[in-house]
């Protein structure tokens, strides 16, 4: 899309400004002074440790009359993505969701990571608003949910336990934060479509 080649001028990866219009985003290139028009949404980013919920929130709200495209980070990880501190992987989904964004619906990301993981993405310029909310359970349950995972998932070893009691502790701290234990599944849906649909 318009991340990569300017339509203009043709080169690629040209640095680019944006401002916005309403719910039109103007991309300028740097380089040509071209200009073209996407369409600006806002991005929703749902951060927790495994666990917590996300991929069955995510999975619950692929519906076709959900008002956001809901999207499991999970998809696209590769392990060539470990130990290069993320922020590619970060990026990689910011561009996708900025171009699924043009079918018409805002998207929901569902992944781990820290409100300034995104905020501070040089991705976050192209939309208007980046919205982000903590998923976080209390530590038995979360910890339950881990142990019962199949063995090949690798979550009951005590090292990783204790990593996502540590994220799960710092994600419950984030304003606005959802906690999965001490609701049902619907009920965290709904609180998902309303965080949404009030920042739209």
Do not use: I
């Not at 192209?126 to 998932?153: I, N, Q, S, T, Y």
């Not at 204790?162 to 709904?190: F, G, H, I, W």
């Amino acid at each position: 899309m318009f991340l990569s080649v300017c339509p203009h001028c043709g080169l690629y990866q040209t640095k680019k400004t944006v401002r916005f219009l309403g719910r039109r985003g103007v991309v300028r290139c740097e380089e040509c002074g071209g200009e073209h028009e996407y369409l600006a949404l806002p991005l929703f980013v749902v951060l927790g440790a495994s666990g917590t919920g996300k991929s069955t929130l995510a999975l619950r709200l692929q519906r076709p009359e959900t008002e956001f495209l809901p999207l499991d980070g999970d998809l696209l990880w590769r392990q060539e993505f470990a130990g290069q501190g993320n922020g590619a992987f970060f990026t990689m989904w910011m561009q996708t969701a900025l171009n699924a964004s043009q079918g018409g619906k805002p998207v929901m990301l569902f992944l781990g990571g820290m409100p300034q993981d995104f905020l501070q993405n040089p991705m976050a310029a192209f939309f208007p608003a980046v919205h982000v909310l903590g998923l976080c359970a209390d530590e038995e349950d979360l910890v339950a949910r881990l142990r019962a995972r199949p063995a090949w998932r690798s979550s009951a070893h005590e090292d990783f336990l204790d990593a996502m009691r540590a994220y799960n502790a710092a994600v419950a701290q984030l304003r606005p934060a959802l906690n999965t234990s001490r609701a049902p599944l619907e009920d965290c849906a709904k609180a998902l479509r309303d965080f949404a649909l009030f920042r739209t």
